[in-house]
């Protein structure tokens, strides 16, 4: 059954054709604070923009959470209609391939409909306006929940993501960070949408390698293939659904990533996941070095068939 799955997400993807458009360009016209917060992320804004010749406003309605890369707030349009806003605080870089996935359209990726730059007094801002997803992520189901999901929701779950990925890869577009913060629940069974697109690349801009300063998992601490490093949160997201822990950030992680041989290590410090299960997951967390001198390092298109394959051989059950 799930084998049958997997091959209708595979070929349902292939007919998910982008939908490319010639964003506006927009303009602020005027903005102002509508209260007084503590922090500036705090305050509520309206923005009066400009574009195509016709006038818009977007005001916030509420601070949703803030990260490394920025704040978001529920927001809505001058008709009312409501939707994600996000700022981040002068990332030149960051404009354009935010809004390359304004050219995605798939049912697993959270939209971006424009992008634009703003200026107050003391800031410049990149402003992205998104459609408005307001579950909870897979981190927060899974850490501060500490909820356990079922061995179907984790099938579930992770073939979307896989879908996505996937699909996104096969138009060139890497994310980065496909990990469970960047993962939200649509609704109330385990529809999700992979959110967050802010560092998002393309092959043909940055030749396939780019090493964000701000990140501190192993993928990222040299320059890296970009596929790589949607692979390397690939298998944490899957590690984190199978054991309920962000296990990546424990002290015995390491010895696992620094083992000669990490699968025997996986298999006793993990003894509920399966031997493809355990070999896989060491080859995902493999040290950096050795992935680059690898031949089949980034082979992330056998890697997703791999993880897919995983798919079908977790124990049962796992809880």
């Known amino acids: 059954m799930i084998r049958f799955l997997s091959k209708i997400v595979l070929v349902g993807s292939l007919f998910l054709q982008p939908i490319i458009s010639t964003p506006p360009h927009y303009t602020v016209q005027s903005w102002k604070y509508l209260d007084d917060g503590e922090k500036n992320e705090d305050q509520n804004l309206q923005l009066c923009l400009q574009a195509d010749g016709r006038n818009t406003t977007i005001t916030t309605l509420k601070h949703i959470g803030s990260g490394g890369s920025g704040s978001v707030y529920k927001a809505k349009r001058g008709n009312g209609t409501e939707i994600a806003l996000k700022r981040v605080r002068k990332a030149d870089d960051v404009i354009t391939p935010n809004l390359l996935t304004k050219s995605l359209s798939h049912p697993n990726i959270n939209h971006v409909y424009e ?21 909870p992520d897979l981190n927060n189901t899974l850490i501060k929940q500490k909820k356990k999901l079922t061995n179907a929701a984790i099938r579930s779950i992770f073939l979307q993501v896989l879908d996505a990925i996937r699909y996104a890869h096969a138009h060139h577009l890497y994310h980065f960070h496909p990990k469970p913060p960047n993962i939200v629940f649509v609704g109330e069974g385990n529809w999700v949408k992979l959110v967050d697109f802010d560092t998002v690349t393309n092959h043909e801009t940055y030749g396939g390698h ?21 692979v390397w949160h690939l298998g944490q997201t899957l590690g984190m659904m199978l054991l309920n822990d962000d296990f990546v950030r424990q002290r015995w992680f390491q010895g696992i990533i620094n083992a000669r041989d990490r699968f ?4 006793r410090r993990i003894p509920m996941i399966s031997d493809p299960a355990a070999e896989l997951l060491g080859k995902m967390f493999a040290p950096v070095e050795e992935r680059i001198s690898s031949s089949q390092a980034y082979d992330e298109a056998e890697k997703i068939k791999l993880f897919t394959e995983l798919l079908i051989v977790l124990p049962k059950p796992l809880n």
């Open 264 to 267: 025997k290590v996986i298999k």
């Open 115 to 135: 992008g634009f730059r703003w200026n107050d007094t003391q800031d410049n801002w990149q402003v992205y306006l998104m459609e408005l997803n307001a579950g």
């Open 210 to 230: 780019r090493a964000p300063k701000h990140s501190t998992d192993p993928s990222n601490r040299t320059p890296f293939n970009t596929a790589a490093a949607d």
